[in-house]
């Protein structure tokens, strides 16, 4: 028995865009690790790249950078949240470095390795990595399969809202007291994802 | 570690967490009016120096939270005598010379300096 829409929508209280597909090894507090499969069916890869006829560049569909480091953020912010059982509001709060290498085209599936490097009331320092298999790249040989290889990084911050008075004289602001960051969206995500936690 | 080493370690941790230039690290820079901190950056910092330095930070020990909401240390837009002293009990790395002759509460972030963050660490390697 499917329940009513209030519990069984993929879009709670808030609206999320989810940029990761599966939660595949989760260990608290410590690393979480999500693949994506990149799809022709997103459409935004039909713009993202466009033919340009007028310079004779044909199409060039390949995962917005961008978006891969949504992933990364969704998967770290999963980590963070999950930590403390998603009592506190974890928003990204600042991108340190990044480096996205190499584009993701349609059918190739993205990992995304997410590891605390160190936590507290205040927020949390997330260290990223995203790998890429291109499964038209398998090696050849029966039984061969492609290999994830490394596409790059990202260092995250993640604030705890509620607990982030700032520094140097500055003050927090007030929030709402639902957790309007983690709606049904992620809880829906990490109950499709349940054996691969611990 | 000589002075000299912690503030070398020092300038490089500032370097990378807001991505500004060597020069600009000065003892006398302020964090947030000089290198462009941000509220989330006084806790990269404090991460990246307990990763530089091997020892943990609590927190508000480096940089107090609440610095100047309590009421009763705030009156007309300043910070009360009686809030500065106790302030400067909880923060004995941080020079107040400055700020004492005028203590508005605007200007409580430009007491965080990268020399005050030098003196923070400096007191913590000795403690150990």
Same mark, same amino acid.
């Given at each position: 028995?499917? %329940? %009513? ?77 999950? +930590? ?18 190499? &584009? ?15 936590? &507290?009331?205040?927020?949390? +320092? ?7 298999? &291109? ?64 | ?7 070398? $370690? ?20 302020? !964090? ?16 990246? !120096? ?21 009421? $009763? ?17 909880? !923060? ?5 010379? $400055? ?11 430009? !007491? ?15 403690? $150990?």
């Amino acid at each position: 028995m499917v %329940g %009513g829409e209030e519990t069984r929508g993929l879009e709670g209280p808030t609206v999320r865009w989810m940029w990761i597909d599966r939660v595949v090894s989760l260990e608290r507090g410590r690393r979480l690790v999500a693949i994506k499969n990149v799809s022709l069916a997103e459409e935004h890869l039909h713009d993202h790249f466009a033919p340009d006829a007028a310079r004779a560049l044909p199409a060039l569909p390949v995962m917005p950078a961008s978006l891969i480091l949504e992933g990364l953020a969704q998967s770290g912010g999963l980590l963070v949240g999950h +930590a403390e059982d998603f009592r506190y509001k974890v928003v990204l709060a600042k991108i340190g470095k990044a480096s996205i290498d190499r &584009d993701a085209a349609p059918g190739c599936t993205l990992r995304y390795t997410a590891t605390i490097e160190r936590m &507290d009331d205040q927020g949390a +320092a997330v260290a990223c990595t995203v790998e890429i298999m &291109d499964h038209a790249r398998a090696p050849s040989g029966p039984g061969a399969a492609a290999a994830f290889e490394p596409a790059g990084s990202a260092d995250l911050m993640f604030s705890h809202l509620d607990n982030n008075r700032g520094a140097g004289g500055t003050v927090g602001e007030d929030f709402p007291a639902h957790n309007f960051v983690f709606g049904e969206a992620f809880k829906t995500l990490l109950a499709a994802s349940a054996g691969t936690t611990r | 570690m000589t002075q000299d080493e912690i503030f070398s $370690k020092v300038r490089a941790v500032i370097v990378d967490a807001l991505a500004v230039d060597e020069e600009e690290v000065t003892p006398t820079a302020s !964090l947030v009016g000089d290198l462009g901190a941000e509220s989330i950056d006084f806790l990269d910092i404090q991460f990246k !120096l307990e990763q530089a330095f091997g020892f943990k930070v609590p927190q508000g020990d480096l940089f107090p939270e609440n610095v100047a909401q309590d009421p $009763k240390y705030v009156r007309e837009g300043k910070v009360t005598a009686e809030g500065i002293a106790a302030l400067k009990a909880r !923060l004995p790395h941080v020079d107040f010379a $400055k700020f004492e002759a005028n203590p508005a509460i605007n200007k409580v972030a430009d !007491l965080f300096t990268v020399d005050a963050v030098v003196k923070y660490v400096a007191r913590r390697l000795a403690d $150990k």
